[in-house]
């Protein structure tokens, strides 16, 4: 029955003179998700509106799920579009749809007609009233309740006329590619996963670095961190993640530095190959799943000592999240499977026994004199040696 998906955004209609660049933008988002899909579709934005109209044959679940993914859509309504013929012809066709939309008529209804277009002859009342007559002429089971129907028709008299009666929730946001890009640091935990999610709803589109540390971290370790960029991928769209190795420059810091000072330390360097991987890819700041107080490098006094090697912003996006809301978001999305398997990465194997949790930014810089001037070597040949994928869903 339904032909077509009718799109409905939220954010962007409050947007001004440049609300059609955010428009177009969904409009290829939109499009590209469709292309997962079995059959063919065009998408298309007119007044206010973006219509996905499939040319072909199509499965309805699939194709909801895969609009479900994409950031900016609030509501997904299929849609019946049919010409305007006059109000018999109309009648006619919310008779078929009502006897197809909903089967079991022992329900209760409204009709909630719209007129885009002023010229149609009958005021939105009139048709609504009308409409509502001949459903209840059809089906005589059928009851009207204005204030909490079971069912609600909408009407929309535009260019074509529309007929919808279910909204499916979209994700919200803004469309993936509005907002520049960004580099995630993303690891085999639960948060970083999560905080791609989260900017990349905001329209950011995502890079990622990844810190291997072979033979401390296995294979598996980095096949994990891939399934979590896929599942990211679902929403952010495709993904290039840089491999780096981070063995050397880890073990060089363990030799040379106070044990409680080490995950500070190794943070810093990691923010610093993070940052110069960005600037390759004109990327506007760094993204981490940090959350204020989680763990001792997460300290207020932490983030800050981290936060005075960077350059660009950093942004994060879990700042105040407690962890049970970040775990409930990893599940909705699909990462807490994965990101829970037991196959750990550099931040947990290189982990001091009882790191500072109140870094003193002197003490820190101090420490780190004794890494000249190796480290700069050891940098260099990581940046050289790292391996970059391109991950899609």
Avoid at 349 to 374: D, G
């Amino acid at each position: 029955m339904y032909q077509a998906f009718l799109i409905k955004y939220g954010e962007i209609g409050i947007k001004g003179k440049n609300r059609h660049i955010f428009e177009d933008t969904l409009v290829s988002q939109t499009a590209n998700a469709l292309k997962n899909v079995d059959g063919e579709f065009v998408v298309r934005k007119e007044n206010g509106r973006i219509y996905a109209e499939a040319q072909t044959a199509f499965d309805l679940e699939e194709a909801v799920e895969a609009l479900r993914c994409v950031f900016g859509i609030v509501g997904i309504c299929p849609v019946v579009l049919t010409e305007d013929e006059g109000f018999e012809k109309l009648a006619q066709t919310v008779i078929s749809y009502a006897r197809e939309a909903f089967p079991s008529h022992h329900a209760t209804f409204k009709v909630v007609t719209r007129r885009a277009r002023k010229n149609y002859p009958m005021e939105s009342m009139e048709v609504s009233a009308a409409l509502g007559e001949r459903l209840l002429e059809a089906f005589p089971e059928l009851k009207v309740d204005v204030h909490h129907p079971q069912v609600t028709l909408h009407v929309e008299i535009r260019n074509k006329i529309n007929l919808y009666s279910q909204t499916i929730k979209g994700p919200g946001g803004m469309p993936v590619g509005s907002a520049g890009r960004a580099m995630l640091l993303l690891s085999g935990g639960i948060d970083s996963p999560v905080a791609g999610y989260m900017i990349a709803k905001r329209g950011v589109k995502i890079d990622a670095v990844y810190f291997h540390a072979p033979p401390y971290t296995s294979e598996r370790a980095r096949l994990k961190v891939i399934d979590l960029a896929k599942t990211v991928a679902k929403y952010a769209g495709p993904i290039r993640l840089h491999i780096i190795n981070f063995t050397e420059i880890q073990l060089y810091i363990y030799d040379k530095c106070p044990h409680d000072q080490l995950t500070i330390i190794m943070r810093r360097y990691m923010m610093k190959l993070a940052e110069h991987f960005a600037a390759e890819n004109e990327d506007l700041g760094l993204i981490t799943g940090e959350s204020i107080g989680q763990v001792a490098s997460q300290t207020m006094q932490s983030l800050a000592v981290t936060n005075e090697i960077c350059t660009m912003p950093v942004y994060r996006p879990l700042i105040g999240f407690d962890k049970q809301d970040i775990v409930d978001i990893a599940q909705k999305i699909g990462t807490y499977e994965t990101s829970v398997l037991p196959y750990e990465d550099c931040c947990t194997i290189f982990v001091a026994k009882h790191p500072v949790t109140k870094p003193n930014l002197k003490s820190i810089r101090k420490s780190e004199t004794h890494l000249i001037p190796k480290i700069d070597a050891l940098m260099q040949e990581a940046i050289e040696t790292a391996e970059t994928i391109r991950v899609e869903a």
